[in-house]
C-alpha cells in the first residue's frame, strides 16, 4: 500500500560560541563541577551574546538544515518553531525567521510544549505533511533559556543552556511499513494535574513578564524516568519491534542519569544513545533537534537508521516518535 511519508531531508543547528563551563558557575553560585557531574552529566553550556536571540539562532539552524536538504527557501511552504523563549510575546518566532530566511507567504505558527516542543512539533507536521496541507516544512526547536533563569536559583540555573536544532521534512511515497524512510508513528501526552513540578513564575497573561523557571527537581526526575520507560515501551509496542530494532536513540537532554535509564529500559548500549546533554545543558525544545544534527554531522547516524525520539517537559508534558532517517 502506498502512503505519504514525512521524510527528514535535510538537519542543522547553531550554538552561540560563548561558553559557560561548570567552573564558571562556581565563581557565581553555590554549586561545584563535581555536583553538576555528578547529578547531571553537564560541564558546560552555551549562552546567547548580546545580539542573540531565539530569532537568531532559529533562522541560522534553518538556514543549515536547508541547505543540508539540497533545497532553497522559496521551496518551504510551512514551519513550525517549537521554543518557550519567542523573541516577542507576538509575531512568532516562526513569521521572524520565514521573513529573515525569505520563505515565501505560507504557514507559520510556534507551538510551545517545553521541553516535549520538538516532539509535538515534529508529529504536527507530519500530520499536516499526510494531509497534503504542506509538502516541505521547517520544523524548528529553538531557545534562549538562560533568559528565563533565576540566577540566583542553583537548583535550575547550572541545568539549561541555549541553542537551536532544525529539519527539513518533507512528503514522499513510502509503502506503508516500518522500513519507509521517515516518521512511522508519534505519541503525544500531557498531564496538566502536574503543571507545579516545573513552571515559569509569570507569563505575558498575568505578571506581563516572561518570570523565571521553577522547578521540582526531584518529582520530575521520578515522573522522567517512570513516562519515557512506559513511552519507549509504547513505541516499540505500536510498530511491533523489539529493542533491537532502533537503531540510535535521540533523547532530549535533560539528565544523563534520566536518559541512561532510558537506555538501559530498551537494553541499548550507551554507544547507540546520542548523548550530548555533556556539552549543551538542557536546551529544552532545542536538545533533540540539536542531538540529531550533532550525530548526523559526526557520521553516526546514516540514512535509513530507525531513530527513536523522547522527551519530556513542563506540563507535564511528553511525548515519542519513531522515524526512519
Ligand atoms: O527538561 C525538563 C525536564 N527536567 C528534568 O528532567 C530535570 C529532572 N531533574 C533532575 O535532573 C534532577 O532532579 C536535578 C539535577 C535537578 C537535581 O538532582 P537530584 O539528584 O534530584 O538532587 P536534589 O534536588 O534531590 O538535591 C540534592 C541536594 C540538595 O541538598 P540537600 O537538601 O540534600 O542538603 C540540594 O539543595 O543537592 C543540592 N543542590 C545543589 N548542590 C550543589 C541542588 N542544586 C545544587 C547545585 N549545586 N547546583
Redesign the pocket.
Known amino acids: 500500500m502506498s502512503i505519504k511519508r514525512s521524510v527528514i531531508a535535510g538537519t542543522g543547528s547553531f550554538l552561540p560560541p560563548q561558553i559557560v563551563t561548570n567552573k564558571d558557575l562556581e565563581k557565581k ?4 563541577d563535581e ?2 557531574v555528578q ?2 552529566g553537564i560541564t558546560q553550556r552555551h549562552i546567547a551574546g548580546e545580539d542573540e536571540s531565539t530569532v537568531t539562532m532559529a533562522t541560522q539552524a534553518a538556514n543549515k538544515a536547508i541547505e543540508a536538504s539540497g533545497y532553497k527557501p522559496e521551496d518551504i511552504d510551512g514551519i513550525i518553531v517549537a521554543t518557550t523563549t519567542p523573541d516577542n510575546t507576538f509575531p512568532s518566532v516562526a513569521v521572524q525567521v520565514q521573513a529573515a530566511l525569505g520563505v515565501p507567504p505560507g504557514v507559520a505558527f510556534d507551538l510551545q510544549a ?2 516535549t516542543g520538538f516532539v509535538y512539533a515534529l508529529s504536527v507536521a507530519d500530520s499536516m505533511i499526510r494531509s497534503g496541507a504542506c509538502s516541505r516544512m521547517l520544523v524548528i526547536g529553538a531557545e534562549t533559556m538562560s533568559r528565563i533563569l533565576d540566577w540566583d536559583d ?2 535550575t540555573c ?2 539549561f543552556g541555549d541553542g537551536a536544532g532544525a529539519i527539513v521534512l518533507e512528503a514522499q511515497e513510502g509503502e506503508g511499513t516500518v522500513k519507509d524512510r521517515g516518521v512511522i508513528s508519534t505519541h503525544l501526552y500531557s498531564d496538566g494535574r502536574l503543571k507545579d513540578l ?1 513552571y515559569t513564575d509569570g507569563g505575558p497573561g498575568t505578571t506581563g513578564k516572561a518570570g523565571a523557571i521553577r ?1 521540582k ?2 518529582d ?2 521520578k515522573n ?1 524516568v517512570s513516562l519515557m520507560n512506559d513511552i519507549v515501551g509504547e513505541v516499540l509496542d505500536a510498530n511491533d519491534l523489539n529493542d533491537s530494532d532502533i537503531d540510535w536513540l535521540v533523547p ?1 537532554q ?2 544523563i ?2 536518559i541512561q535509564a532510558t537506555a538501559d529500559k530498551l537494553s541499548m548500549p550507551y554507544e547507540k544513545v546520542v548523548m550530548t546533554v555533556g556539552k549543551h545543558g ?1 536546551t ?1 525544545a532545542a536538545s533533540i533537534p540539536l542531538a540529531l544534527d550533532t550525530a548526523v554531522k559526526a557520521g553516526m547516524i546514516k540514512k535509513g537508521d530507525l531513530l527513536l525520539f523522547e522527551a ?3 506540563g507535564l508534558t511528553w511525548g515519542a516518535a519513531l522515524a526512519r532517517f
Do not use: E, K, P, Q
Not at 29 to 32: E, K, W
Open positions: 553560585v553555590d554549586t561545584s555536583w553538576i547529578r547531571t517545553v521541553c542553583r537548583t547550572v541545568l516545573l522547578m527537581g526531584r520530575v526526575f522522567a532530549h535533560a539528565n542519569r534520566i538542557n529544552s519530556l517537559g513542563g
